[in-house]
């Protein structure tokens, strides 16, 4: 069974793969995260707290916590301003 290509022609990893892999810290799924060029470079865990981004080296994902790169929370969204059609307003 061989790999489906990537968007640069890479290799990229098997849908069966994708599909069992998930973050060693917490269990959750992980997310792909790819260059400008459309290379798969990493998988994103959004469950961590911190989110954590294992590498992906010669198309192989590294799943070790130890090698994972903690990266920023994505910021949420500003919330409404209080008093604008809240209570007593």
């Known amino acids: 069974m061989s790999a489906a290509r990537g968007p640069a022609g890479g ?9 069992v892999l998930r973050c060693p810290a ?14 798969l ?3 994103l865990s959004t469950s961590a707290d911190p989110p ?7 198309g192989v ?3 070790l916590v130890d090698e ?3 990266q920023a929370p ?3 969204p500003p ?7 809240g209570i007593g307003g």
Do not use: M
């Not at 290799?11 to 599909?19: A, F, H, Q, S």
């Not at 917490?26 to 290379?39: I, K, N, S, V, W």
């Not at 919330?79 to 059609?85: L, N, V």
């Open 52 to 58: 954590l981004l294992y590498p992906v080296v010669d």
């Open 74 to 76: 994505a910021v949420p």
């Open 26 to 39: 917490t269990g959750g799924p992980l997310q792909d995260r790819r260059d400008d060029d459309g290379r």
């Open 61 to 63: 994902p590294v799943l």
């Open 79 to 85: 919330a409404q301003a209080a008093g604008a059609g």
């Open 41 to 43: 470079v990493g998988l």
């Open 11 to 19: 290799p990229d990893l098997p849908t069966w793969l994708r599909e």
């Open 68 to 70: 994972a790169v903690p």
